[in-house]
């Protein structure tokens, strides 16, 4: 490697907690109430983007931000690994916890265009997604890297993953037949297979 990294768990106490609830709530109680009061999705959709624009678009700065950290982070990390066990391994750790942040990043998504909507169940559901993923990142970046105490963390948690692509491969046929004619019969049985394989180590 042509430089050296350091990596640091993000984690921080709730900045502002209290401000947080009691958005929250209103923000809650006025869907419940629109939704009592028979407004239309329509018109609560305007009443929140009107209300709450500047946080919405605070959100969508943050994203953006956070894709650029993101995709610069991984471009920076790979330019400087060299053709060595120890690099390919660093790389397999980087590459999984890039993939980790595309899936927060995704789901953050979700989450300001649930709000937009007036779901806010439903933001919350990916709330907690981001909060799972940011659990596991943080797991693999204590104890997962190449140099720390469990390096074997990043495979197992690989192949936990595949164990539940079949699942996944099903039920992508069974929403979508042009994903049916993909993953045919002999695509499925190969990912059972290999899930066998896996669950049997």
Known sequence: MTADFEFEIGA?????DSAFEDFWTNFRSEVNWSSSNSTTRTELRTMLSE???S???AT???????EEAVNWASETVHGALDETPEDDAFAEYINLQVGLGGRALLAFDEVGWLLRGGYPQGAWTRVRTIHELFVVAATLGLHGMPDG??????????CHHQVFTPSVARDLSAANPEVA???DDEVRQALHAKRQALTSQ
Do not use: C
């Not at 969508?60 to 956070?66: E, F, I």
């Not at 105490?149 to 495979?155: G, K, Q, Y």
């Open 149 to 158: 105490e469990h390096p074997e963390l990043v495979a197992r948690y690989v």
């Open 51 to 53: 209300k709450y624009r």
């Open 12 to 16: 921080q106490p709730p900045v502002a």
């Open 60 to 66: 969508d700065l943050m994203h953006s931000t956070a």
């Open 181 to 183: 004619s993909i993953l």
């Open 55 to 57: 946080g919405f678009e």
